[in-house]
């Protein structure tokens, strides 16, 4: 069966783009959905636990955001140059995008926040990434948080107040680029009446790329080459995922970026024990699923590769209705936006 991109399209107009997060984080409106039958019931984020039941478990992305927008200069000539920092590959050795990149050839230094940081290109990649090399006096996430900017998506325009507000109460692992978002909506005093409900929490972490926001180009989907991310399970989330299905609980993934995580270690692996590695997993409608049982996400951009993992386990035209609804009714879309809970 051919999928093309188009099949995944909606009109969205822009101002249903939250720009802004909602106070207090629960607070955020969530389309319920039953991925059997499609239908549909609107609630909010604070009332998730009378969707759950004992027995659950409640697998989430402790990824933590990096501020991986760096601005700065070329040494030599004192000209603007751009950082956006995309995956650690060794000690201060990072994969990055930057612009304008014909000044970023090998060998060429750029200087951050007056020097505090400095920047050498080692390597230029065929898709015009760059290996660089930094140097800083201190600890380099320490450096970081006083030189980066909070990579926020394109399609926010506001200036953030508060940088936490774009992290997870519960992110601890430095070293995504983006945040995930799923996760956004929960506050402390929810996850422990989870808990106190008798619905656990486990945690992954996979550092989130920008590839995620990377746009389909391929008309043809199945062309579509993936981005890699690197994940890590523990063994205390296998042994719980485990517990879980032994006992007929449902694992429930906060994200796509845990389901990507926890599907990956299933396909690849079979088992669930610890693993450490990089996944490129692309999650389509026809993908056989053999770990999670229900999802929760936020409201996607078109044609991305996110609302397509969606539509795999929810079925494509309970997710292409669910998002019609969600227009219909107003939602507010992307990372700042409203939640979508599928079981």
């Not at 050839?105 to 400095?118: A, D, H």
Request: proline share 4%; hydrophobic share 35%; charged share 25%.
């Amino acid at each position: 069966m051919e999928l093309l991109k188009s099949d995944f399209f909606y009109e969205l107009p822009e101002e249903l783009i939250a720009q802004t997060p909602i106070e207090p984080r629960n607070a955020s409106r969530m389309m319920c959905v039953d991925r059997k039958s499609g239908e549909i019931t609107h609630s909010h984020f604070y009332n998730l636990c009378d969707y759950l039941k004992e027995g659950d478990l409640l697998v989430l992305n402790d990824s933590r955001v990096i501020p991986a927008r760096l601005y700065g200069e070329k040494i030599d000539n004192h000209s603007f140059i751009e950082f956006l920092l995309l995956q650690e590959k060794g000690d201060k050795l990072w994969e990055i995008i930057c612009r304008p990149g014909k000044k970023a050839k090998v060998g060429t230094r750029f200087s951050f926040g007056g020097g505090y940081l400095i920047a050498e290109v080692v390597e230029v990649k065929d898709d015009g990434n760059r290996i660089v090399k930094f140097e800083c006096k201190g600890n380099f996430y320490e450096t970081l948080d006083n030189v980066g900017k909070m990579p926020l998506p394109p399609y926010i325009k506001t200036e953030l107040k508060d940088n936490e507000r774009y992290q997870t109460v519960y992110s601890s692992e430095l070293g995504s680029a983006a945040a995930p978002t799923a996760g956004l909506h929960f506050t402390d005093e929810m996850l422990d009446d989870l808990r106190g409900r008798g619905i656990q929490t486990a945690y992954v972490t996979l550092h989130v790329g920008l590839g995620t926001f990377r746009p389909v180009k391929e008309n043809n989907i199945l062309d579509h080459k993936m981005h890699s991310e690197h994940y890590y399970l523990p063994r205390e989330t296998a042994e719980l995922i485990n517990y879980t299905k032994e006992r007929g609980g449902r694992v429930i993934s906060v994200g796509t970026t845990t389901c990507r995580t926890l599907e990956s270690v299933a396909t690849y692996h079979g088992k669930f024990e610890e693993h450490e590695g990089d996944t490129d997993i692309f999650i389509y409608p026809g993908y056989k699923f053999k770990c999670i049982d229900g999802l929760i996400t936020n409201f996607h951009l078109p044609e991305s590769t996110l609302i397509m993992l969606v539509s795999a386990f929810m079925g494509y035209e309970n997710t292409m209705n669910a998002y019609k609804v969600a227009v219909q009714e107003k939602y507010r879309f992307f990372s700042f936006g409203d939640a979508m809970c599928i079981l």
